[in-house]
């Protein structure tokens, strides 16, 4: 029976349960509906299929194989933990609606077997997730503006390089090519996926939009965008290629900078997302099954630490109502349960030895250093050799340890508490304690996560987790990001201006659009009054067309006109008409008749 219902339908009928049910029983239906979908996508038998139609096309609703499993899996584990978290940071029944039609759109694309459904879903996820933005009001408004045009320009690339994927194959099916094929469409479907994993260039959405709506929210839009972005360049690309890894890489160092100079909590936390989906477009991009094994592994384990800390720093708002760390300070002691959390999630995105961050960001960092025994990168690259892409993901290390240092420095550490705010509610803290202890569990006990993850017996045989070397490397990246933070503390301090390239992006989209509308309704606007005096005039000569004609035959060059009796009947007109005013007036005549028609 289980296997007949695709998981994001009981998701979405709890959605529309949300939107109109009292507020507790609403939530209760998202908690149960979410956390069946964890259930299910344990005991859904591998290849389970629904095969139908989608537009008249053939299509597969619903496909079960390793890579789907696990997003199942973990999408539904975290959305019954923040259907909870929301319940108690006092989300309503529409927010939490939003919320759970955002979750089940998002699975409905990462458990599609065809191009043509995930496609079909994946702008649903755009359309749900900007509702639950905008749904907050006030600057979410605006921002969530600017997400929905991104993902409408990114959806729309992506379904450009499906409709190529079609006439190349003749088919939307997976199984009917390996990835995206042709000259054109797996460029355009990089770019388009590209967007919503956050490329360098294409990410200004993800800092602008995740720090603007309730606190609840955030937890939710930290989790599903990009990660199904990561599933789908696995399935757009399952063979990697070198400038995906290479791109996974420079996220990696672009996201821990730019996090460095933020002042605002959910900001700092947003920019970190680029940083560390680096490392799963890195393993996508790595050619190797164990690459592509260690990339899942940390989407898993970073939707789990990543909303533990949009959850630990929410809290933080929500009972100070502050969001620049340079506000606040000292609340370790007044809020333990909090710091507590914070500083699970902040360990594990760290990759600290014993947490679940460490073992997935080992695998890919492992690999990458690899990647010259395998064929992938050339013999020399100047400067770096062939290790280029090993440094990145080494120096992201570093800047995320930073990163997390100065976040929870200022938070919880720096100066005395001048506030006395309440610690979590229970409601709050007991998710955020369960997924805390699950990034502790997995991280002490990885054989756990490697029997969740695709090609198992390849994770299980060729890597180690706790060696020697990776618990060095490990602790190498701590040390080097806590000297880094102290000695540059006041350095970073100072560089909190710089801009990133939505400083320039967003009025230049904002005037540029709107410039872009007045010329096309002003034009438009220029062509309907041409139209309407045209017609207006033909009107009036199809009145009185001798009149009209003498009057405007006396006033054109190449006319000699003269009222004359013709046949006995008086006021007729005999023209003499030159050839080209002949064709002066076809044309003329011709375009009132036009405009006639067209009004």
Known sequence: MIESVPPFVPVLIAAAIAAVAPRKVGHAVGFLATAGVAVGALLVPDGTLIAGQLFGFETVLYQVDDFSRLMGLIFGLIGAAAVLYSYSSEADGKQTAAALGYVGTSLGAVFAGDWLTLVFFWELMAVTSTLLVWYYGGRAVRTGFRYALAHGIGGTIVLGAVVWQYVEVGSFLFSEATGIVGPV????????????????????????????????????????TTKTGVYAMFRAFPEGHLWIAYMGGAMAVFGASMALLQEDMRRLLSYHIISQVGYMVAGVGITTELATAGAFGHVFNHILYKALLFMS??????????????????LWKVMPLTFISYLFGAAAISGVPGFNGFVSKGIVIAEAHHMHNINVVPESIPFVGTDLLWWLLIIGGIGTFMSFIKLGYYVFFHGPASIDPDDAKLGQAGPMLAVGSLCLAFGLLPNVLFELLPYTEVVTAEYTTYTVPHVAEGIALGVAGFVGFFSLKNVLSRLTWIPDVDRVLNPAVFYGGRALVVAVTETWAAVDRVAVAVASGALRVGSDPQHYAYATAKRLPGIEAEARPNGGRPGTIDLQVSMGTSVFLIVMTLLGALAVLLL
């Open 185 to 224: 469409a797996p460029v355009l479907m990089a770019v388009g996926i590209g967007v919503n994993v956050g490329f360098i260039g294409l990410h200004t959405w993800l800092p602008d939009t995740y720090p603007s709506p309730h606190i609840a929210a955030s937890v939710f839009l930290c989790v599903y």
């Open 313 to 330: 720093i929410g809290v933080v708002i929500y009972r100070t109502g502050i969001e620049d760390i340079t506000e606040v300070g000292g």
